[in-house]
């Protein structure tokens, strides 16, 4: 069975940092992929931040983290970690760790846009919470 468990969510001020982990256990090679994504408080839907396939290295950011947040792996760990940076209030809210078995990008494009594929293990998720 796949698991997926994410940690590192906190209370921050404006401008700080903090680093979110991932860890999908239960895939049994490499053709995999590990999204991030944001619930804003009182918000019903869950919004794609990044994303980073382990088959095809293809990393996504959603426009209002670029540059600012970084997602990185460790394959050996099958662990992903998501550094955010220069925190703004827009920012805070459940960040949920999703996982699937996929090949090639974690992202598809459609009307002009990109979109994170479907996942169907998800993690419980983490607060982040960011004070002006």
């Known amino acids: 069975d796949v698991q997926v468990v994410e940690s590192g969510g906190g209370l921050v001020h404006t401008g700080g940092s903090l680093r979110l982990s991932c860890t999908a256990s239960?895939?049994?090679?490499?053709?995999?992929?590990i999204g991030w994504f944001r619930q804003a408080p009182g918000g019903k839907e869950r919004v794609g931040v990044s994303?980073?396939?382990?088959?095809?290295?293809?990393?996504y950011y959603a426009n209002s983290v670029k540059g600012r947040f970084t997602i990185s792996s460790d394959n050996a760990k099958k662990t992903v970690y998501l550094q955010m940076n220069s925190l703004k209030s827009d920012d805070t809210g459940v960040y949920f760790c999703a996982a699937d078995s996929m090949r090639g990008p974690c992202t598809y494009y459609r009307e002009g846009y990109y979109y994170q594929r479907h996942y169907s293990y998800w993690g419980q998720g983490t607060q982040v919470s960011v004070s002006s």
């Open positions: 239960g895939f049994t090679n490499n053709d995999y992929a």
């Open positions: 994303c980073i396939s382990f088959s095809d290295g293809s990393i």
